[in-house]
């Protein structure tokens, strides 16, 4: 059987957790990078959705969440 679709499967991704998430397993997320982005999921429900954004994008959410840059909506 010939398919001409493209493969539309996810990439693998190696996921990793902050250092700060501590050991309770409450509030954490899982972080994957992949070229050109950034795959984000509830470390809680890892088969769950995944949030993907461009990296640039999540390094300047990542600089807004330090608290280093007053931003102004």
């Not at 700060?20 to 972080?31: F, I």
């Not at 795959?39 to 993907?52: A, E, Q, W, Y």
Request: net charge neutral; hydrophobic share 35%.
């Amino acid at each position: 059987m010939n398919n001409n679709q493209s493969d539309k499967r996810a990439p693998v991704l190696a996921w990793f957790k902050s250092s700060y998430s501590g050991t309770g397993g409450g509030e954490c997320v899982e972080v994957a990078l992949a070229p050109g982005s950034v795959h984000v999921r509830d470390s809680k429900s890892s088969p769950g959705p995944i949030l993907r954004v461009a990296a640039e994008s999540w390094g300047s959410f990542v600089y807004f969440a330090s608290g280093r840059e007053d931003v102004t909506l």
